[in-house]
């Protein structure tokens, strides 16, 4: 197994919480970020050191070795701290930026589609550039004044209006 060091930030949806032989609490967390989810060990000396931090909806940023054990990666981790909403953003944001966004609109798409999707992409600020590929007889490349946090649920609600193989991220 990889002993990297790594660093990963997210919201924590669920706590499993274990007692060890010599009776102190440790925990099986999992967090998510905007593209997937991870499962972190926390050892009891860090539970006991900051119990605060371990509840469901709260965002943290973990630093530990990461272990893939039984093929299942995991963090062990050596540090964590309380992040808000405003440092996850900014981490989301320079992950993003310099990227670009290329949605392929459906052939004869009315203004009110276009609406539509702005509005979808609106719910989602971050750091990433948008832009349409529209096919009118020829095709144009338009860039739009949006830029959007890539992520997953982002993707699904998009893939549902336009079509999986109409997104493309470079």
């Given at each position: 197994?990889?002993?990297d060091m790594?660093?990963?930030?997210g919201i924590?949806?669920a706590t499993?919480?274990?007692v060890t032989?010599n009776?102190k609490?440790?925990?099986f967390?999992?967090i998510?970020?905007?593209?997937?989810?991870?499962e972190?060990v926390?050892?009891p000396?860090?539970?006991?050191q900051?119990?605060?931090i371990?509840y469901?909806?709260?965002l943290?940023?973990v630093?530990?070795?990461?272990?893939d054990?039984?093929?299942?990666?995991?963090?062990?981790v050596e540090?964590?701290?309380?992040?808000?909403?405003e440092k996850m953003q900014?981490?989301?944001?320079s992950n993003?930026?310099?990227?670009?966004?290329?949605?392929?609109l459906?052939?004869?798409?009315?203004?009110?589609?276009?609406?539509?999707l702005?509005s979808v992409l609106e719910?989602?600020?971050?750091?990433?550039?948008?832009?349409?590929?529209m096919?009118?007889?020829a095709?144009?490349?338009i860039k739009t004044n949006?830029?959007v946090?890539?992520?997953s649920?982002?993707?699904?609600?998009?893939?549902k209006l336009?079509?999986?193989?109409?997104?493309?991220?470079?």
């Open positions: 197994t990889t002993q790594v660093i990963v930030a924590i949806t499993k919480k274990i032989k009776g609490p440790m925990l967390v999992t998510e970020d905007s593209t997937d989810s991870m972190l926390v050892f000396k860090l539970v006991e900051d119990p605060g371990w469901e909806q709260t943290v940023q630093t530990g070795k990461l272990s054990k039984e093929g299942i990666p995991k963090i062990l540090h964590a701290e309380l992040l808000t909403e900014r981490a989301q944001r993003d930026a310099g990227k670009k966004l290329w949605l392929r459906p052939h004869g798409w009315s203004k009110d589609n276009v609406q539509e702005k719910k989602y600020p971050g750091g990433m550039s948008v832009y349409l590929i096919q009118n007889g095709e144009r490349k949006l830029k946090a890539h992520s649920r982002l993707t699904d609600t998009l893939a336009i079509g999986e193989q109409s997104i493309h991220i470079d």
